[in-house]
């Protein structure tokens, strides 16, 4: 695990001056409001790290070459998007063809989803092939979407892997911890230069990083939750990544309600709205890794009390429909507030 802090510390060490000769940095323009031409090489980095770990120190049952081919594929891509911005369709055509790689190379693919109705197993049979691939493309892009302010995307991937590596170490998996854990030790180094902790060297992760800790998160909830040896339910893998899922979900429905398309790119994101409502960049991150936090216990709790699976559906689709809820009110609700905090000081 040393290794994959060190080697991704080394590769941003030598490829921040590369990448500023070959141009692979993001330039502020449009909805792009950051300061000065950034370095996009913290995936690639984190991949550095990742590759060296698990390619040299990975038991072979764990079968790192093949998560190390699918994730080198998906940064290849993600790295030529950042340099070129490739079309929507070419780039969902890739992630497809990763997904297919995980069913069939690996076998890797949602085939129970618990007793998640109270009635028995639900077991998927072969729709499981094509709801697997939808989660594979939903988990991709739904950390794409967080990656909009410093820290973002990095930290929500943190408290994934965290919790992943707890259940898996606690709760039979050991064998496989090592990939959360591994994952974990190559976000440090990016998530320092990424939050400013190296002053004057700032970085960002890139489409390149962001798909690939998509990739790596759903990764891991197939490995936790679908195999002979599942350490976790399959409904707690929802409370896991709550936040990137909600917030996609929501940005969909809200882009198709007005009649946009839901691939459109936008600044109506969480962490822009938080912005909007006048909190700086880090308070809106402590803000929205905060509420994973709680949503990661909830899962987390859920699970160490074997609270029924259909109430923890219920509860997961109440949440969702009351972030709905506050997003479509919140600024009714903010200059109501502001109204009575202005009436108070008088
Ligand atoms: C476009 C955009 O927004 N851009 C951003 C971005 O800009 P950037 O420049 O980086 O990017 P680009 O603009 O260039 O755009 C890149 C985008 C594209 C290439 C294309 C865009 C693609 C998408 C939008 C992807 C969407 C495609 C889909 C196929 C997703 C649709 C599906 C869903 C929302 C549903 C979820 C699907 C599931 C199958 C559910 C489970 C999913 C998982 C991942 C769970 C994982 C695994 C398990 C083991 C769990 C098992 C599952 C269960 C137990 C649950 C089973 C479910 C049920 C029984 C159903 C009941 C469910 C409920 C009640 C809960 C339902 C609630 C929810 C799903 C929430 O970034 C910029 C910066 O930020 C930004 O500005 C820009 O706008
Ligand atoms: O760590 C980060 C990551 C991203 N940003 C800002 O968000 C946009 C996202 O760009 P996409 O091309 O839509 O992915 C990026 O240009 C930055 O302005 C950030 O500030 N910090």
Redesign the pocket.
């Known amino acids: 695990m040393s290794s994959a802090l060190g080697c991704c510390l080394l590769a941003i060490i030598l490829l921040y001056p590369l990448s500023q000769r070959v141009g692979l940095v ?1 330039i ?1 323009r449009g ?4 300061q000065g031409a ?1 370095p996009l090489i ?1 995936g690639l980095s984190v991949f550095c790290g990742l590759a060296v770990a698990l390619g040299l120190f990975a038991p072979s049952e764990l079968e790192p070459i093949y998560y190390l081919l699918l994730a080198g594929a998906l940064v290849i891509l993600g790295a030529f998007d ?1 340099y070129l911005d490739l079309s929507v369709k070419l780039r969902l055509a890739v992630q497809l063809a990763i997904g297919l790689g995980m069913v069939f190379a690996l076998d890797l693919h949602l085939n129970s989803l618990g007793n998640i109705f109270g009635l028995g197993e639900v077991t998927l049979g072969p729709l499981g092939i094509p709801i697997t691939l939808i989660a594979v493309i939903a988990a991709i892009n739904a950390f ?1 979407m967080t ?8 930290m929500l991937s943190l408290v994934s892997f965290v919790v992943i590596a707890g259940f898996m170490l606690l709760w039979g998996q050991q064998e496989y911890a090592l990939l959360p854990l591994t994952l974990i030790c190559a976000l440090l180094p990016y998530l320092a230069f ?1 939050l400013q902790l190296v002053p004057g060297k700032k970085i ?4 390149a990083g ?1 798909m690939l800790i998509g990739l790596s998160v759903i990764w891991l909830l197939l490995i936790g939750t679908q195999s002979e040896t599942a350490s976790f339910r399959p409904v707690t893998a929802l409370w896991l990544i709550a936040i990137p899922l909600m917030d996609m979900a929501a940005i969909m429905l809200r882009r198709i309600r007005k009649g946009q398309s839901p691939f459109q ?1 936008d600044r109506e994101h969480l962490h822009h709205i938080s912005l909007r409502l006048g909190l700086n ?1 880090r308070e809106a991150l402590t803000l929205i890794v905060a509420l994973s936090c709680i949503f990661a216990c909830i899962g987390v709790i859920g699970e160490y009390l074997m609270v029924p699976e259909p109430v923890m559906l219920l509860l997961f689709a109440a949440a969702f429909a009351g972030y709905i809820l506050l997003l479509q009110n919140v600024w009714r609700i903010v200059s109501t507030l502001r109204r009575r905090a202005a009436g108070a000081r008088k």
């Open positions: 993001d502020p909805r792009k409001q950051h950034v913290g950042d794409n990656d909009g302010i410093d820290g973002l995307a990095g990424n960002f992760m890139g489409d962001s790119a960049s």
